[in-house]
């Protein structure tokens, strides 16, 4: 069956604009994740959305970061007025549930100008 | 303060080594996670456990919960096995998830 799907594959933009990444998650997967992985360092947590229930924003950097999830299903990372720092490739997984594996999908390489 | 922590950083070895990778972990955990990244960037999970040992292949997982403590095993490693591996824990409280900053495995023909 199909993976976890994101979109675009690449994005460059210029510093300050508006950028929205989409994922796309396994069908019947009830948690979604967003993740992202800076240049030369490690996995860093974003957002965490479970079912219906409030997303867990904990790993958001800084109010400039925005996520939803529409319907319980495609899930949508906005970055407003992007910097320099923003760059990395962003990544989202899903699982069954809270605790089940977590299944990722190709990223989005996004590049800050 | 890194909340898990692997080793070694790098890890070089020749075709059919046994390769152990390490983590070392400080938070109450609900699950831990191994991932391989590969060049490409891809990620794929490897294993989930919050107790005792998993195998899959070449593979074995284990851990220990009371130690706060996980290795990652390859047996008769081969060159395809080259990639990053990385450690994750989900904390038991709230729905943070910590990482290793992985190992680099290359495994020479």
């Known amino acids: 069956g199909a993976g976890v799907s994101q979109s675009p594959s690449n994005k460059v933009t210029e510093k300050g604009k508006d950028v929205e990444l989409r994922c796309d998650p396994i069908?019947?997967?009830?948690?979604l994740y967003w993740y992202r992985q800076s240049l030369g360092q490690g996995l860093e947590f974003l957002i965490y959305?479970?079912?219906?229930?409030?997303?867990?924003k904990s790993g958001l950097p800084s109010d400039r970061f925005s996520a939803e999830r529409t319907g319980g299903s495609v899930s949508t990372l906005t970055i407003q007025r992007t910097q320099q720092e923003d760059s990395a490739v962003y990544l989202c997984?899903?699982?069954?549930?809270?605790?089940?594996?977590?299944?990722f999908g190709p990223g989005t390489r996004l590049t800050v100008t | 303060k890194n909340e898990v922590e692997q080793s070694p950083q790098n890890l070089t070895a020749q075709e059919g080594e046994f390769i152990t990778i390490n983590c070392s972990y400080s938070?109450?955990?609900?699950?831990l996670h191994w991932l391989q990244q590969h060049p490409g960037g891809g990620i794929v999970s490897l294993f989930m456990?919050?107790?005792g040992k998993k195998k899959h292949g070449r593979l074995i997982a284990t851990i220990n919960i009371q130690e706060k403590h996980s290795s990652l095993h390859i047996t008769a490693s081969h060159p395809r096995d080259s990639a990053v591996y990385i450690c994750?824990?989900?904390?038991?409280?709230?729905?943070?998830?910590?990482f290793g900053t992985g190992t680099s495995l290359t495994v020479i023909p």
């Open positions: 959305f479970q079912g219906n229930s409030a997303p867990d």
């Open positions: 069908s019947g997967h009830t948690a």
């Open positions: 938070v109450g955990i609900s699950a």
């Open positions: 456990l919050s107790s």
């Open positions: 994750a824990v989900g904390a038991n409280t709230g729905n943070q998830f910590y």
């Open positions: 997984a899903s699982s069954l549930a809270q605790g089940w594996g977590q299944y």
